[in-house]
């Protein structure tokens, strides 16, 4: 704790939760996201959105606890020919929530998911319609900022690291566990709405730039950087 002179969270609640469960007494601070190259990322481009095929996008590391397996129950669980499911992401070797071979396998064996592997972020992802975010945990989810800014919509399990992020358009979130909501959700997409206010918000306070000056802001104050 002496040793310690500030923790850097990337949300309130998460710093509140370890300030009531833990003896710590020095300095905290919230700074959101991590940021993203926002620059570098292809729009999507909203004529694309009127092809009868929808394409759903599960992006992350294949481990349990990012909600893999409840995505395997969504795609078997809709059942409109339009719509299109799509997994990128590569297994996480040594992580104890690293997907198993067996499930893997079943992965890899679901006729109505396309695996992709990894995928270029900032140029593919604005090939898909939905992006879904179905971790357990989040600090400050990255895909679902980077989703909402190419012009993606979201829908994601209500957590911590997605919640802060209700005031974006295109959003959707739903509790834990209720997967069938999820279904519904997909089921009855249509088209997303103006999403010129998700990058003005990205661009103004979750850039790489903005996140960093907050962090040399925080390094001046501590007068780490002399």
Request: hydrophobic letters at 35%; one cysteine or more.
């Amino acid at each position: 704790n002496s040793s310690i002179n500030m923790i850097i969270f990337q949300n309130t609640s998460d710093k509140d939760i370890f300030l009531n469960f833990s003896n710590f007494t020095n300095m905290t601070e919230v700074i959101p996201s991590s940021g993203i190259e926002s620059v570098d990322f292809k729009i999507k481009d909203s004529s694309s959105s009127n092809t009868k095929k929808k394409k759903v996008i599960l992006v992350s590391r294949l481990l349990y606890d990012k909600g893999i397996m409840d995505y395997l129950s969504i795609v078997n669980q809709v059942n409109m020919v339009n719509i299109e499911f799509y997994l990128a992401g590569e297994r996480d070797e040594g992580n104890p929530q690293n997907i198993s071979d067996k499930d893997m396998e079943i992965v890899l064996n679901e006729e109505k998911l396309n695996y992709l592997g990894k995928i270029d972020i900032e140029t593919q992802l604005s090939e898909f319609d939905i992006s879904l975010v179905m971790s357990s945990h989040e600090g400050f989810s990255r895909i679902l900022l980077e989703s909402l800014y190419v012009g993606l919509y979201c829908i994601a399990y209500k957590i911590q690291g997605t919640e802060v992020m209700r005031e974006f358009n295109n959003l959707e979130l739903i509790e834990l566990n209720q997967i069938d909501k999820f279904v519904k959700s997909i089921e009855k997409y249509e088209e997303i709405i103006d999403n010129s206010k998700n990058r003005q918000l990205i661009d103004e306070f979750y850039t790489s730039k903005v996140v960093a000056s907050q962090f040399e802001k925080i390094y001046k104050e501590l007068d780490v950087l002399n």
